[in-house]
């Protein structure tokens, strides 16, 4: 796809003006799909944590069009209860609902660990105090509050073309808006559904995960069939565009719909950025036909290089039977009683069986067995062990569906963040931390968690393959630190 990203890119270069991306909910930093585009796409970051945003600040201080705004959003301005969970990431304006964490071990880290009050702003409010007329698309992650965040921006709504939200199905948090909600309210701001993505499923206390269930996707005449895991549906990222991006006509203007072609390119919607160009060729001047001609060039050669892929693909799976993932469920009260203090050297293998979520079966490699992360950005080993502060603990990642995944990989060690740092090596990239001298651990098992910024889809799916992936990961090493003389 580098020369469709190229072309596109210089597709940007042309525009008359950069694009706007509002970014709200921003822990963790920004998605490559934004960065490739350099200078032409003005980012901005919006997160109430602020020393999360000085962190991010630092990362991307030789990025001058990236900027990071300390504020908390919402239907209007005013004060709030921010209620902080185990896992910070999943704090929310919305009171953890109970009996979702009560009866849903994987949701143990968005228990309520206390309230603060904060400041909130709202989106229209600020723009007009910053001198932002023009917002082209707002991603929105922040733990139930995104139809809050929406109902206080009608009018930078009007400027939008592209919405991605993470939605709820059932409630993760007391009285939050659902999926419908969200849906109504942006159809009466001229918005339609396009694609979910990253469906979040959580198996109830007592029952397995490990079930196979065979579905299908459809897309036309093209059936898509796998094997989901069991559990319910909790959530999911919903992707909503403006009515003349799914239907766009030549009356837009060809470089309203070279921006809509960038916008929608960059979340892979490749058929929306085809229509967009061949829309825009109509009224194209001349000096500009060219580079609208090269992406539309580009994309086909992707569209063809990718078909003769997915049969290459078809033909391997046709030699080859791919087993049905059976990641073991988590059951972290069975460890509270038996774990035991860490002593020396222990190694959890990709390959064995082990406790923890958001991992796929074990897959043959070289020179190691690993295991993916996903479909989720998070994965988790659960071992019974107490671990303490001063440990070293190394993962080695052998696999990776996008380099710059490796650039943002995020270790927390019982909910506390283990800074990392990586080595390339002939078996993979090893990454390393030592848990901080701070650490004071409120369970006696040990929860080893990664987060990755993004999982990348399998396209087309495999069957027996998780939907999307992240990192393979071969080992977890732990290390006690020395006892001392």
């Not at 994987?106 to 917002?135: C, F, I, K, N, S």
Request: glycine share 8%; proline share 8%.
């Amino acid at each position: 796809m580098a020369a469709f990203d190229e072309a596109v890119l210089r597709l940007a270069k042309a525009l008359p003006a950069q694009l706007t991306v509002v970014d709200v909910g921003c822990r963790w930093g920004f998605a490559d799909r934004w960065l490739r585009f350099g200078d032409r796409a003005r980012v901005i970051g919006f997160d109430p944590d602020v020393e999360e945003c000085r962190r991010l600040e630092d990362r991307y201080r030789d990025q001058p069009w990236i900027s990071l705004v300390p504020e908390g959003l919402g239907a209007e301005p005013g004060t709030a209860t921010l209620y902080v969970t185990k896992e910070p990431a999943a704090s929310s304006l919305y009171p953890p609902a109970a009996a979702a964490v009560d009866h849903h071990p994987a949701l143990e880290d968005e228990r309520l660990d206390h309230a603060e009050t904060v400041q909130l702003v709202t989106l229209d409010d600020w723009a007009t105090g910053a001198g932002v007329d023009v917002v082209d698309l707002v991603k929105l992650d922040t733990q139930g509050s995104e139809l809050d965040i929406l109902r206080g921006a009608p009018r930078t709504l009007a400027s939008v073309r592209a919405i991605e939200c993470e939605v709820q199905f059932n409630e993760l948090y007391d009285g939050v808006p659902l999926f419908g909600d969200v849906d109504r309210y942006l159809r009466a701001h001229g918005f339609v559904l396009w694609q979910f993505r990253n469906l979040a499923h959580h198996a109830r206390a007592g029952s397995r995960l490990d079930f196979s269930i065979p579905t299908s996707w459809y897309h036309d005449s093209y059936q898509a069939d796998f094997h989901a895991k069991a559990g319910q549906l909790f959530w999911c990222d919903a992707f909503f565009v403006k009515q003349d991006v799914a239907a766009p006509t030549p009356q837009l203007g060809w470089a309203e719909l070279a921006r809509d072609a960038c916008l929608t390119s960059a979340f892979g919607f490749y058929d929306l950025a085809q229509m967009a160009l061949d829309r825009a060729l109509e009224t194209a001047p001349p000096e500009s036909a060219p580079r609208l001609q090269d992406a539309l060039d580009a994309l086909e050669s992707m569209l063809r290089t990718e078909e003769r892929r997915r049969a290459e693909q078809r033909d391997a799976l046709h030699a080859i039977s791919v087993p049905v993932i059976a990641a073991p469920p988590a059951r972290p009260w069975l460890l509270e009683r038996d774990s035991v203090p860490l002593v020396g050297t222990h190694t959890v293998h990709a390959a064995d069986e082990f406790e923890g979520t958001g991992w796929g079966g074990p897959e043959a490699g070289v020179p190691s067995m690993w295991r993916w992360t996903g479909p989720g950005r998070e994965a988790a080993v659960d071992l019974p062990l107490r671990v303490p502060p001063g440990t070293r603990v190394e993962v080695l990642v052998v696999a990776v569906r996008k380099r710059t995944i490796l650039d943002q990989l995020a270790l927390e060690v019982n909910g506390l963040p283990v800074p990392l740092r990586s080595e390339h090596g002939p078996d993979g990239w090893t990454f390393t931390g030592v848990v901080p001298e701070s650490y004071a651990p409120s369970r006696r098992f040990t929860r080893l968690l990664l987060r990755t910024t993004e999982t990348v889809p399998l396209d087309p799916p495999v069957p027996g393959a998780l939907l999307a992936q992240g990192v393979g990961v071969a080992r977890f090493t732990l290390t006690a630190p020395p006892v001392p003389a």
